[in-house]
């Protein structure tokens, strides 16, 4: 799976809204672009998924560029509940593997009341 | 919500001891996964399974085992516990398509005196 570029951190007011950028330049065709979080001593879980256009659920929405290069995660009003690491990581949907996900350092999100 | 469950969720144990993490998921899925990662830092994937009687050593090198007997069933062992073992361990299951989301347990915090 090819690699992501996330900031390694980021701060946001309670009840605003929050960008999380990500970078994928070397994505391919077949890669979907999937965010998880982990939340304080817990598990990582599942926010998002998309491919090309963009997608909202209750969670978030994800902003998907033309040219695939990158995409923001979208928190609509940030909560205390929402200080997490957010990972981003593509997943190529045509090979059959493991299927693990590669997470890399995810960007480590702040809210402030 | 997600249905799988680690045990213990924290294991204090000295040198030489022989350890089993205990992970069961009631979700029927047929691939599981352990990963490994270190307080700040990210999550390594150390194991893996497709199904009954499969299993694959993951990206890290690591010195435990693990086991599928039963779908839902997936444990950990350490023979030898050392104080290079203390890490978090997560457990998490996913279904066969390579786009389902993983699910994760909330951990076992293993610390080796």
């Known amino acids: 799976d090819a690699k992501t570029t996330q900031p390694n951190s980021m701060e946001s007011n309670e009840e605003e809204p929050v960008h999380l950028p990500c970078n994928h330049s070397?994505?391919?065709?077949?890669?979907?672009i999937h965010w998880y979080r982990q939340l304080p001593s817990q598990g990582p879980e599942y926010v998002i998924h998309?491919?090309?256009s963009n997608v909202n659920n209750r969670m978030a929405s994800l902003a998907i560029a033309e040219d695939r290069k990158s995409s923001t995660l979208i928190l609509h009003r940030a909560t205390l509940r929402d200080a997490a690491v957010y990972y981003c990581?593509?997943?190529?949907?045509?090979?059959?593997?493991?299927?693990?996900?590669?997470f890399g350092k995810g960007t480590s999100l702040l809210v402030t009341p | 919500e997600a249905d799988i469950y680690q045990t213990p969720r924290y294991l204090v144990i000295g040198t030489g001891k022989k350890i089993t993490l205990e992970c069961s998921q009631t979700?029927?899925?047929?691939?599981m996964y352990w990963y490994q990662q270190d307080p700040g830092m990210e999550l390594h994937l150390i194991h893996y399974s497709y199904g009954v009687n499969s299993t694959e050593k993951g990206d890290l090198s690591s010195e435990s085992t693990v086991s599928r007997i039963r779908t839902e069933h997936f444990p950990l062992t350490l023979e030898s516990a050392r104080p290079s073992h203390t890490s978090q361990y997560l457990c998490?299951?996913?279904?066969?398509?390579?786009?389902?989301?993983?699910?994760f347990g909330p951990g076992t915090r293993l610390t080796v005196l």
């Open positions: 070397t994505i391919s065709g077949t890669d979907y």
């Open positions: 979700m029927g899925h047929d691939k």
């Open positions: 998309g491919l090309t």
């Open positions: 998490a299951s996913g279904g066969l398509e390579r786009y389902n989301e993983q699910f």
């Open positions: 990581i593509l997943r190529d949907h045509a090979t059959n593997s493991g299927y693990a996900l590669n």
